[in-house]
């Protein structure tokens, strides 16, 4: 059975820094990319950042220079390093397995296999 399970989350001030965890079994996570979408208040999904099988690192335009993604494949652990938060950070981050490594599809939510359960990040003063 596959399982993603995100912690990490937390309540910081604008500008602070959290780091995300997503504790990934159930299938050879060395041979998967992975990523991270969030959800905000009343707002759809949107893809921050992936990490391909290889390490090459992909990030939206409103987290790049903020956000870092990284894997830890011996502790089948992918993490996403949150820096300088913002209000509008605020969101419950989901990390997510693809169907693929298709770099075309990575970062697209209808492309993710398996979702996580979510961990909230709230950002305020």
């Known amino acids: 059975e596959v399982q993603l399970v995100e912690s990490g989350g937390g309540l910081v001030q604008p500008g602070g820094s959290l780091r995300l965890s997503c504790a990934g079994s159930?299938?050879?996570?060395?041979?998967?990319?992975m990523s991270w979408f969030r959800q905000a208040p009343g707002k759809g999904l949107e893809w921050v950042s992936s990490?391909?099988?290889?390490?090459?690192?992909y990030y939206a335009d409103s987290v790049k220079g903020r956000f870092t993604i990284s894997r830890d494949s011996a502790k089948n652990t992918v993490y996403l390093q949150l820096n300088s938060l913002e209000t509008e950070d605020t969101a419950m981050y989901y990390c997510?397995?693809?169907?693929?490594?298709?770099?075309?599809?990575?970062?697209?939510?209808?492309?993710?296999?398996?979702w996580g359960e979510g961990t909230l990040v709230t950002i305020s003063s």
């Open positions: 159930g299938f050879y996570f060395s041979n998967t990319a």
């Open positions: 997510a397995k693809p169907k693929s490594d298709d770099l075309a599809t990575i970062r697209e939510t209808d492309s993710m296999e398996y």
């Open positions: 990490i391909s099988r290889y390490g090459g690192k």
